[in-house]
């Protein structure tokens, strides 16, 4: 549609001073030709609409509000790196219990996958037992050592002392 093909006389007729007196007649006569019921019927929907519309700005202003507030929240909480544990290989772990079985010659020390089982058929090697703990806690570089199962004196089934210990590395990975 262009500027061209617009009917400005027709446009004219509703901008003239006399429109405005017609409009004016028209609402005056309205209540004889509609009746009042439709008039009330009328009145009683755009009441409703308005309410409505209040209604609706007043819970779209909140909703803003909360969205501003979880904005706020969410910029504050920290950012939280994962932390996980990864098996050591088994080649290291393997390396590190030949040398435990060389400095603690009263156990019985072996290697099953990425842990260390240690066993003693007498307590009266808890001393190196002990040790030998202690030394696998602080054994190679970022290890994380956790104690799966540990068992001493009359609880211990076969051994005297029992315990298997998992290696694992610790891994930081970035925050999701």
């Avoid at 030709?33 to 409505?52: D, F, K, N, P, R």
């Avoid at 001493?152 to 290696?167: D, H, M, P, S």
Wanted: charged content about 20%; overall charge positive; glycine content about 8%.
């Amino acid at each position: 549609m262009d500027f061209k093909s617009i009917d400005w006389r027709a446009l004219q007729r509703y901008t003239s001073p006399k429109a405005a007196g017609d409009l004016n007649d028209f609402l005056e006569k309205l209540p004889q030709t509609a009746g009042q019921t439709v008039l009330i019927a009328a009145g009683i929907a755009w009441a409703s609409a308005a309410a409505i519309g209040l209604y609706t700005t007043v819970q779209i202003q909140s909703l803003t509000e909360l969205r501003a507030e979880l904005k706020d929240v969410q910029a504050l909480r920290p950012i939280v790196p994962s932390v996980r544990d990864i098996p050591v290989g088994t080649n290291e772990v393997k390396n590190f219990a030949a040398t435990l079985v060389e400095t603690y010659p009263g156990l019985n020390i072996r290697q099953q996958g990425a842990s260390i089982h240690i066993t003693s058929n007498s307590t009266g090697n808890f001393g190196q037992f002990r040790e030998a703990i202690g030394h696998v806690q602080s054994g190679g570089n970022g290890w994380r050592v956790s104690v799966d199962r540990l068992c001493v004196g009359r609880e211990c089934k076969q051994n005297k002392l029992a315990a298997l210990l998992k290696v694992n590395k610790v891994s930081v990975d970035k925050p999701r």
